[in-house]
């Protein structure tokens, strides 16, 4: 049975349903467990002796404290400050030992090939990617002794934390591990090599853009003429320079824009290109308006009751052509059926004496407003989405298309299509369209809120302005209400960058302005990571952390910024007819997997300008798409929709913590526990940005690692683990419900 993967699986983030008076009885609660942490361990940073008040409210309580509670909360108490194992390793050292088996070109993963020809030492997934085609893929390799070692344990000590992480003891009782096993057998490398070259589709898809980096300069002389001119053709779209202790980092502030906007040529006086309304409305999609949401409701219905991918994406006895032509007249009958009960009048004009082809156009544009509600709204059709997209990828199958006489897919509907047709985008060329369009701010860059009088006068100023150019721009082909939706539709597109951006601006703020780039404040506060110890896979000094997390907020927030025109990439390579599938099983159910081309383009174009801002690039560059990482374009946009979610409950817990401290009893259990509001801050940072980017999450470097999509998995790796963190009763008391949402509609 096909089995759509909802990529990263999280979602909301809710009060929790818990009241004021169970939140009281909850804080009280805490307290007394955080005095018998404290008196139990003893090592809780400015822990007091505890008051007769305290104590007072200790007997307040019922009398019948579960012994396991108590338990809990001494280990609670244990923990201080730290957030994983302390056995008395020097971190630094241990990092500076391990170099030397590192890979050449990721440098943060063992290398357990030496290439004969280059000269150099290298993982596998850097060499997969590095010797794919030229000459040098005729390149022959041996096996690398000490990184084998260096893997293995690695290799084991992850396992090992993850077992021992999916047990009930909490993560900071685990133990490390000192065996090594034994060295990883080359024949087992090689096979690992050949797995992933036959997960391979398309070169397009997987192209690794990648740049020199200083250690393989000595390699550069053993190179002939054709692969010194593929190393100038594979790194074109790389950074100019490659530092793995990080390098000139370039902080991006709020306003810096993506290339979608950047460049030379006139601008708005705001700053931006005078073009930029022009880029952004291609792929910016129609408002839906009132009788679309009704036929909306009719497609999602229908989606919900069809098992289109039980009954195709299956081994059956019966021509998978039959078997797709079957169930698109299914969908399209109750699509009918639920028309004809909806709206009789219409439903019988459409049905009456007419076959399906008849009525492609209503069936089409039926489908597109499903693609366009999902594309406005990410959050929406968890479910649906991605049958309906399977339903029309198979109906522009020619073979399909020719046995049904029509397919299912008409082009989006977007704001610059609808100006365009009305000889109208002199609309996106208006000054006042930044006026018209923009997010109304209802809180001051301090946090402060902003006088009510000043909000209420932006928004008579922004409905102004819209009012205007709705009476300026509308003519014969386009009214007011349509010039008018396609202004609000534009000021849709600025609150959802609003909305999905923050969380990563602010990830990077409490970076850049908590954490030094260079070294550690205290040693406590270290980013440092060791691969092989803590669930960790990458090594990682402190300045290079630094600037692997930054790299990859700042990558993050720029596939947001252009998620629409990602999304529309997405569907084109999903769509294309002379773009085929293949039903294969990856390890996560059977999944289509199919090359994009145009996603796998724009993506190395964000990724090479966000190397050029920064200036240095650590870890691997290579891109995952056609393979059993990522199948197709719809797991990958489905796979990027998670950022937000992943990001925004640790920025709200974040804020909440001195709403938090407001409560007396919470603010004693925090300052017992924790040492304070400061001190729990940096300790819910430093565990995330040490263990949400530490390359854990799969097993194998090829499923997870440095790469550009490893990043987000070992993010997804740290959510899940979440309530095994010490700080999670934090999380619950700020309203924290779970990563994960409602699948339902």
């Known amino acids: 049975m096909y089995s759509f993967m909802r990529f990263g699986g999280f979602s909301s983030y809710g009060r929790g349903g818990m009241s004021s008076d169970e939140e009281e009885e909850t804080s009280d609660a805490f307290r007394v467990r955080g005095n018998q942490a404290a008196e139990q361990a003893g090592t809780a940073v400015g822990a007091g002796p505890v008051t007769a008040g305290s104590m007072a409210l200790a007997r307040a309580l019922d009398e019948e404290e579960d012994g396991a509670d108590a338990a809990s909360a001494a280990a609670a108490g244990r923990i201080a400050l730290e957030t994983e194992v302390d056995d008395g390793l020097d971190v630094d050292a241990a990092i500076a030992a391990q170099l030397e088996k590192l890979c050449v070109e990721c440098q943060d993963q063992p290398a357990t090939l030496m290439c004969n020809q280059c000269a150099d030492k290298f993982c596998a997934v850097c060499f997969a990617a590095m010797h794919k085609r030229g000459t040098r893929a005729k390149h022959t390799t041996a096996p690398y002794a000490a990184g084998q070692q260096l893997d293995a344990v690695v290799s084991s000590t992850h396992d090992a934390a993850a077992a021992a992480a999916a047990a009930p ?54 190179l002939s003429e054709d692969d010194e001119e593929e190393d100038i053709d594979d790194n074109s779209s790389s950074a100019s320079s490659r530092s793995a202790a990080g390098g000139p980092i370039v902080l991006p502030s709020r306003a810096m824009q993506s290339s979608l906007v950047s460049g030379p040529g006139p601008t708005l006086r705001n700053g931006l290109p005078a073009d930029w309304f022009l880029q952004r409305a291609q792929f910016i999609p129609l408002r839906l308006t009132l009788e679309e949401r009704k036929y909306l409701r009719l497609l999602e219905s229908a989606l919900n009751v069809s098992m289109y991918t039980d009954k195709v994406d299956i081994v059956s006895s019966k021509a998978k052509s039959t078997r797709i032509k079957e169930q698109l007249r299914d969908i399209c009958s109750i699509l009918s059926g639920l028309l004809v009960a909806h709206d009789y009048r219409a439903g019988a004009a459409l049905v009456k004496d007419k076959n399906f082809e008849d009525n492609a156009v209503f069936f089409q544009s039926v489908f597109e407003l499903g693609r366009r509600h999902k594309i406005r709204n990410p959050e929406k059709m968890r479910n649906g989405y991605g049958k309906l997209c399977l339903v029309i990828q198979d109906s522009v199958i020619p073979q399909i298309t020719e046995l049904m006489g029509f397919n299912l897919h008409s082009p989006l509907r977007t704001v610059y299509r609808e100006l365009e047709a009305a000889d109208a985008l002199d609309l996106l060329r208006d000054e006042r369209m930044m006026l018209a369009t923009g997010d109304i701010q209802t809180h001051l860059p301090d946090g402060s809120a902003r006088p009510r009088p000043d909000i209420e006068r932006d928004i008579k100023h922004k409905n102004a ?48 302005k908590l954490y030094d780039a260079d070294k550690p404040r205290t040693p406590a506060h270290s980013l440092a990571i060791l691969g092989g110890r803590n669930g960790a896979r990458l090594t990682h000094s402190h300045a290079s952390q630094f600037s692997y997390v930054m790299q990859s907020l700042v990558l993050w927030r720029e596939i947001l910024h252009d998620m629409f025109r990602l999304w529309v990439c997405t569907e084109g390579d999903l769509f294309d007819p002379e773009n085929p599938y293949r039903l294969r099983n990856t390890g996560q159910g059977l999944n289509r997997v199919q090359a994009a081309p145009r996603v796998g383009k724009s993506m190395h174009n964000i990724l090479h300008q966000c190397q050029q801002k920064l200036g240095s690039w650590v870890g691997s560059s290579v891109v995952h798409l056609g393979d059993h990482n990522v199948p197709n374009a719809l797991t990958f946009i489905d796979k990027y929709t998670q950022v937000s979610r992943i990001l925004n409950p640790i920025v709200l817990t974040l804020k909440a913590i001195p709403r938090l401290c407001e409560k007396p009893d919470i603010a004693y259990y925090i300052q017992r526990v924790f040492g304070g509001p400061e001190q729990l801050k940096m300790l819910i940072l430093t565990d995330f940005f040490r263990h949400a980017f530490d390359g854990s999450g799969a097993d194998s470097f090829f499923d997870a690692g440095s790469c550009i999509d490893g990043r987000l998995t070992s993010a997804w790796n740290w959510c899940n683990k979440i309530e095994k963190k010490s700080f999670y009763t934090v999380f619950q008391l700020s309203g924290f419900a779970s990563f994960d949402g409602q699948w339902s509609d």
């Open 465 to 512: 302005a819209v009012d205007f150019l709705a009476k300026r721009y509308c003519n014969a082909k386009i009214d007011e209400e349509n010039t008018r939706a396609c202004i609000l539709s534009i000021a849709d597109n600025a609150t959802f960058l609003l909305q999905n951006r923050r969380c990563c601006d602010d990830m990077l703020e409490y970076l850049t």
């Open 169 to 222: 003891a909490a993560m900071d009782d685990v133990p490390a591990t000192s065996s090594t096993p034994a060295p990883v057998a080359a024949s087992a490398v090689a096979a690992a090599l050949a797995s992933a070259a036959s997960d391979e589709v398309s070169d397009d898809m997987l192209e690794a853009q990648y740049s020199k980096s200083k250690a393989a300069a000595t390699a550069t002389s053993a």
